[in-house]
């Protein structure tokens, strides 16, 4: 059956469960990140397809099926497309890890391309747009996710020239100067200027993206605006006063857009507010002893400023020696599935801090931090958001984080703080956190304590705003940005 969305995204929705030696699709136990964000965007929309990648051994390719549904979860069906390990570590941990993240994030020493073979990359792009195609209305919206598939929507448009297709862009996109150091720049470009519409986080992004096509395309710009109001925050790292908002290339109309993505505050208050994670709250914070409490949640990756964090944590203990048996920091700092070299160099690096200060400042009733490196199920990190007295949000760089606006939800503007690192997407929305330069160890120093020393009528001011925001400017707004461009595609 033909869809009228069509969404390409480099994950399943959804977990496997063997009963009785039949496999199960059900919706995921603990989905994370931007996952329950797409899929809620089905619950309007019929006939939807997910397509996703799929890692299967040669064996396992005999009995592998490729379109299945997931139980009680929408009215959509997911397309796997069927991946061998050798294609799955070259297309997402070594071309996407090694070559375009390090670009994107603005981290050019670490990147190479040495070890990426490109023409998997586009291999597996063209095997995405296929199967788009395959499955998409003649009048539907195929809407392409993230860097991963950049090359998709050229394909698409080759094979069906009047679908309308999205693209929205997840991470940062960097500073031309930066981008251009990829050797697939122009296929890249080209590709996105396939498509009726490019999303991204924030207008600073956009720009970015306009402009390393201006170096490389003709392009005429046919409309720029203000930039709203809840985006502006003028005086940050990533401020942006205007922004390109429709382009033209070769005879095609480019929408240009800037949405970040939200939340869903009614989920994450109706997990907070069950039985269970009462009681569950009661015990993290029981587990508190009274300390103040400090809460970073994250993965194992050299641009989350997870070393920084530490490394001010440990400063705070050395110049402040009356709050020592008296302060805990909670680090969820996930390890990387994946034996990339960068990764592994970056968990060793906060396995050594953790165990450093642990060992310098420990007692026998008191361990300044703990380390989770095992995955935190959904209901524990909130109720962990809501125990915790300082959420420290400060990567050197990310596209928006959706940990902070999840800790304010958990808090539900009542109190808290948010320490918020000026080069991630969210801090433009979030004028009202601790904003702060995670390469300043001076700022660090200060933002902590700030933090620390904030009182109660300071934090429900803050927060407060910073939850209508965010209540505001939630996945709906987000999913309904998309719906006003393309109204007469997205139909029951």
Not at 447 to 470: F, G, N, R
Request: net charge neutral.
């Amino acid at each position: 059956m033909k869809s009228s969305l069509v969404i390409l995204y480099h994950r399943e929705p959804h977990d496997e469960v063997i009963e009785n030696g039949t496999i199960r699709y059900v919706p995921q136990k603990s989905p994370n990140g931007i996952i329950p964000t797409l899929k809620s965007f089905f619950a309007n929309n019929f006939q939807g397809t997910w397509i996703a990648w799929k890692q299967v051994t040669e064996k396992q390719k005999n009995n592998f099926s490729e379109k299945v549904s997931v139980e009680d979860d929408g009215n959509y069906h997911v397309f796997r497309i069927p991946l061998s390990p050798e294609q799955v570590k070259s297309f997402y941990y070594i071309t996407s890890k090694e070559a375009f993240w390090p670009i994107l994030h603005s981290f050019p020493y670490h990147f190479t391309s040495e070890s990426s073979n490109w023409n998997n990359f586009v291999e597996i792009n063209c095997l995405f747009a296929e199967a788009a195609c395959r499955y998409a209305e003649d009048n539907a919206l195929v809407w392409v996710h993230d860097y991963n598939l950049w090359l998709a929507p050229y394909f698409i448009r080759q094979k069906k020239p009047n679908i309308r297709i999205a693209f929205f862009h997840h991470t940062p996109f960097p500073p031309v100067d930066i981008f251009n150091i990829l050797p697939w720049r122009e296929a890249i470009i080209d590709s996105l200027l396939s498509c009726d519409l490019v999303g991204f986080h924030i207008p600073r992004y956009s720009e970015n993206f306009i402009n390393a096509t201006k170096s490389l395309r003709s392009i005429d710009i046919l409309e720029q605006q203000q930039v709203p109001k809840h985006l502006t925050a003028i005086g940050t790292a990533l401020a942006q006063p205007d922004f390109t908002t429709k382009i033209k290339h070769n005879n095609q109309i480019i929408k240009i857009d800037a949405f970040p993505v939200g939340t869903n505050p009614k989920d994450v208050l109706q997990v907070l507010h069950s039985e269970y994670a009462i009681e569950r709250f009661r015990k993290i914070k029981k587990s508190f002893h009274g300390c103040k409490t400090i809460i970073a949640a994250g993965r194992v990756d050299y641009v989350k400023g997870n070393a920084q964090k530490l490394e001010a944590f440990n400063r705070l203990l050395k110049r402040r020696p009356e709050l020592h048996g008296k302060i805990n920091f909670i680090l969820t700092c996930v390890q990387a599935a994946t034996e990339i070299r960068i990764y592994k160099e970056a968990q060793y690096q906060v396995e050594q801090l953790v165990g450093a200060i642990n060992g310098r400042y420990s007692s026998l009733d008191w361990t300044p931090v703990s380390l989770f490196t095992k995955p935190v199920s959904l209901l524990d990190l909130f109720c962990y958001y809501k125990a915790a007295d300082i959420c420290w949000t400060t990567p050197l760089r990310d596209g928006l984080n959706l940990v902070a606006k999840e800790y304010i939800i958990a808090h539900e503007g009542r109190n808290g703080v948010l320490i918020l690192s000026e080069f991630v997407g969210a801090a433009i929305e979030l004028p009202q956190a601790i904003l702060v330069n995670p390469y300043s160890t001076k700022l660090m120093d200060e933002a902590i304590d700030k933090a620390l020393d904030m009182s109660e009528e300071e934090q429900e001011e803050k927060m407060t705003e910073m939850y209508k925001t965010v209540s505001t400017y939630d996945i709906k707004y987000w999913a309904n940005r998309v719906s006003r461009h393309f109204s007469n595609n997205l139909k029951s």
